[in-house]
């Protein structure tokens, strides 16, 4: 999953989930900050970034333009503690935004300002992998009203759903500084329909949506025992793309044999 490359000088990026589901009105216009804490025990990150930290940047959307402010707002090398901040951050209100970081430059200098955030939206670096129920879609697949993938769950049960994305997303004709990918994400809504086509925020955990390269992972709970659900994303790109990928979820509270 990747928009165009901010600069072949810098090795790596992940994506980053922001959550910005509690804003109103319509999708784009939204500011705000955003904090990020980087995992500890991500060695991937901690291996390759200088002991100063200058490497490390945030971009918008796009993976293009870089954010006019941003800081490490806590950062001692030594116990691999990180947390970044970014002021003014454009998001998507009612929805999950992209934003991308980058690390592993010896050459960077420090991008960074100072400023104090105000009461900031998280950013999840999310630092697993797809496991278990996966959804694979094939874009040109005929039209059906069951999709190809089925997943069962009891009632009490949340679970994640990973969507694998790369094969929806348009490929770039030409590469950009050196690296040629495909556009972004710009925002996502998960969605729970029941068999009337109306979806429910109750059976979707909003908050746990998150961005690895390729895949969005997404959690669904509750839902009544013996009732099938479709289950998906609304995904919309950063080239005006919207894909929906779904899967069906069968809701079933299986006793165990007597």
Do not use: C
Not at 23 to 32: C, D, V
Not at 47 to 58: A, E
Not at 81 to 90: E, G, I, K, W, Y
């Amino acid at each position: 999953m990747g928009a165009s490359w901010y600069n072949s000088a810098w090795k790596e990026r992940i994506p980053i989930a922001v959550d910005y589901n509690a804003g109103t009105g319509s999708p784009s216009g939204a500011t705000a900050d955003v904090e990020i804490t980087v995992p500890v025990e991500w060695s991937r990150f901690w291996d390759n970034i200088r002991s100063d930290g200058f490497d490390v940047i945030l971009t918008d959307n796009t993976g293009v333009t870089l954010l006019s402010q941003f800081q490490r707002q806590t950062f001692i090398y030594a116990s691999k503690r990180l947390v970044l901040q970014a002021d003014n951050v454009p998001l998507f209100n009612g929805a999950m935004t992209t934003l991308y970081m980058y690390w592993n430059n010896a050459s960077a200098s420090d991008a960074t300002s100072t400023f104090t955030a105000s009461s900031p939206k998280t950013g999840h670096v999310f630092v697993g992998a797809p496991t278990g129920r996966i959804v694979q879609e094939q874009p040109n697949r005929p039209a059906s009203d069951t999709p190809p993938t089925a997943f069962t769950k009891t009632v009490e049960e949340t679970i994640w759903i990973w969507f694998y994305v790369g094969n929806l997303l348009g490929n770039r004709v030409d590469a950009y500084q050196k690296r040629k990918f495909f556009e972004g994400l710009g925002y996502v809504n998960v969605k729970s329909y029941d068999s009337g086509g109306t979806h429910s925020s109750g059976r979707v955990v909003d908050a746990q949506t998150r961005f690895i390269n390729g895949y969005i992972g997404a959690q669904f709970t509750g839902g009544s025992d013996g009732t099938d659900y479709m289950v998906g994303l609304e995904i919309h790109t950063t080239e005006d793309q919207i894909i929906t990928p779904r899967a069906l979820l069968q809701v079933r509270n299986m006793l165990p044999p007597a």
